[in-house]
């Protein structure tokens, strides 16, 4: 193990975050910051970046760029998952990337980016109090990963899906709140994307939801008043309970969900295709509950460098 001190920064589809980690104390978090960029914005239309989605990413880059040498890290990696795997024109996300920070950003292949979010989710979780096999799904802005595997030694099966909030209310959605024309055109996609498949969530004995998304629609299942990472993770939801909120999200409009305390102005558009993919995915799942953790693909990251 190193004493350095290290910096993981996850850039999705929706949202970029970072986490500054110390292994000689906590590995798992000094500080962790998110920023809502969009980057994502008209990818699935267009196969390029656009102008003001990279402006609003190096924005935030630069602000964490500050916060990275603030905190006297040594050791930075950046993963860039969904949008800058779909992008025609990545290479100008990557030489932003190299001007802030002097590191080369990796695009994650979806199979990558499954197997970190599994590391995430099960160390976040006491893993060894896990039944096997575990289920973690991780709900994107561009993509959805289904990861299956034993909590001590690691996935046996995961698949990248190309459904993602941001890609499928920017494909099907143009009503206010969406029509259920367009909520059967979004659960298509899904269903599909499902059905093909290899990864079954029917073979799960535990399920695990992850990333934000899946902790939007949980606070929002627990019923709080405002966004809390700690009355979230570890928290076990009924399956019921959740497809219930899940259809009160839907028939919201977007100023209505804006209001809601516990619901970021960055995710209100676009929750509610995501709300359908974890809808879609906990109807195939064998067991009553799921889990909800705040560590994810980010914790990866920073244990990767560990």
């Not at 975050?17 to 906590?26: N, R, T």
């Not at 096997?132 to 001590?152: K, Q, W, Y």
């Not at 399956?239 to 009160?248: F, Y």
Request: overall charge negative; hydrophobic content about 45%.
């Amino acid at each position: 193990m190193t004493d350095e001190r290290i910096a993981a920064i996850d850039c999705g589809t929706n949202t970029i975050k970072l986490l500054v980690g110390d292994p000689a104390g906590d590995p798992a978090g000094v500080r962790r910051e998110s920023r809502m960029v969009r980057l994502g914005q008209g990818v699935d239309a267009t196969g390029l970046l656009a102008p003001d989605a990279l402006a609003r990413t190096f924005a935030a880059i630069d602000e964490f760029a500050a916060i990275i040498r603030e905190a006297g890290v040594e050791r930075i990696r950046f993963c860039a998952t969904s949008a800058t795997r779909d992008a025609g024109n990545s290479a100008e996300f990557t030489d932003g990337v190299v001007s802030r920070l002097g590191i080369v950003p990796e695009v994650l292949s979806g199979i990558e980016e499954a197997r970190l979010a599994f590391g995430g989710a099960v160390r976040g979780l006491a893993a060894a109090g896990l039944a096997s096999p575990v289920l973690v799904f991780d709900v994107g802005g561009g993509s959805t990963e289904l990861i299956l595997g034993d909590p001590a030694e690691g996935p046996t099966g995961a698949h990248s899906m190309d459904i993602g909030s941001v890609r499928l209310h920017e494909r099907h959605v143009r009503h206010d709140p969406i029509s259920a024309e367009e909520v059967a055109a979004v659960v298509r996609d899904i269903d599909a994307a499902l059905d093909a498949s290899p990864v079954d969530p029917g073979a799960a004995a535990v399920v695990i939801g992850i990333a934000g998304t899946n902790t939007t629609v949980a606070a929002g299942t627990l019923g709080l008043a405002a966004y809390d990472r700690t009355l979230i993770h570890g928290q076990v939801l009924s399956v019921d309970a959740v497809q219930a909120h899940v259809e009160a999200l839907l028939g919201m409009t977007v100023a209505g969900r804006r209001e809601l305390g516990w619901m970021h102005p960055g995710r209100a558009d676009v929750i509610d295709a995501g709300a359908l993919i974890v809808s879609r995915v906990l109807a195939r799942v064998g067991v009553p509950t799921m889990t909800v953790a705040e560590t994810d693909i980010l914790d990866g990251i920073a244990w990767s460098l560990v």
